[in-house]
């Protein structure tokens, strides 16, 4: 495996790569891998010839009061996973090199933003969109993975990639869990213990919610209280959203007549966390994003 | 020559080309062909293995009130135009076809906009980069080519190119003339016979302010001094804007001691024109862009 530190060299190696006409797989990622991204890379790795992996903390998507700097970083584990996962290159740039300067051109986010994570987190897509346009331009993949629990990063990558036409193809593959239950993801070692006991409610939670509407339940309502309810009683998280919506133009609904995300993020001391579950309205899971 | 209609048949032409290591030059135009858009295609020739230019009058670029519909349009001349100076493809998409739906993703151009005609045009900045980064997106061409007579959308672009790291290079060209010194412009077609004649003021205009830099004029307020006084003194337009700025960063200077330009727009009843002079601190005319 191959480690790039340089924007310069990365897109020289990609240029070349494209010349003897390889495909790229990119999976795009902050670091601290879990199995959650190594599935990501596997899969990249069965469909693509060449496996690109990036590790970035991007600040421009972190907002002033956010978690930039307790984000967990292991750079030297990260490169031993990546390794053995079959990564053929490992694209680690530091801040200065991604952003020389300030910038002249971003890129906004209109809409899939004024709910969910993007209330609570407002600019972060915008931090999201446009360090993807640049690895993006830096990388030239034939595709790009991510995981579903990000999900309305999913969706902001599905409008950026479809809007501004980049020649390249989306595969989002299902949130990795732990036994039981909770959504692997690089903020769980900030929990404190009773914190990590509680969490796996949030899934539960999810699945309770579910449950109603694979029962016939067509009101959203009626779902986001279950799973409101159920977060309450279980954790001593302050739930942040419980939200149900079309998926994945993230529109409210009224009734349960189409492909739907059932989404919540918690707060709890050590970590902000989120899950979400993708179902069609029979309350089946989703197989495809659209 | 191939002129193809579609994004989809487009994205898909130059993916081939790609596969087969063809270098693409590109020439993004609104159409209505003159000389200064054949000289872009001539270079283009010169440059790379194939040649793609594109007609499209972007709406996303024009304010409510600007000139839109009245905008000139001769697609059968342009294809003949554009086969005789040796372009491969022609790609003229239709506007439901770049926007089949609201955009959910948009860029933004935080600065370089607030000066020139970026003050009187508000987001027209914001719909060049947006169409161009589609484009980019969809013909993936090797080095991209623009008229220096659009100087701020040279800067914006490079900047756009820069800031996201495109994988392509920027070719400006200089501005070509009538003989009587206008600068050519799809626009020239709506002046009224009267305006046509004063109209080759504004170049000679430009060309007094720079003669006073040649003759070792520091202060840009005498020199903007001067080519206003001259436009105001020979022609019937209202003057939108004359300014010396710092090139291609587009900042105000107190004393010309590095690359400037000095730019300006006037209104007449048939059309809004620009021109640009861009100059070293002895009133050199620029080679270089930076």
Redesign the interface.
Known sequence: MKIIRT?HEM?ET??SL??D?KTIGFVPTMGFFHEGHLALMEQAKKDNDIVVSSIFVNPLQFGPSEDYEQYPRDEEKDIIHAEETGADVLFIPDTQDMYPR???????????VNVMCGRSRPGHFQGV??VL??LF??I?PTKTYFGRKDAQQVA?VD??IE?????MELIALPTIREQDGLAKSSRNVNLRQEEREEAPWIYKALENGRQLVVDGEKNPDIVVKEVLDTINCYTSGKIDYVELLSYPDLQPVSVIEQQVILATAVYFEGARLIDNLLFDKNGEIAKRLK
Do not use: E
């Not at 809007?163 to 020649?167: C, G, V």
């Open positions: 924007v897109q990609a240029l494209l010349t006409n300030k910038m002249v051109i971003t890129l906004d986010v209109t809409d899939r969109v446009t346009a640049k331009h830096i030239q902001v409008a950026l809007d501004l036409n980049f020649p």
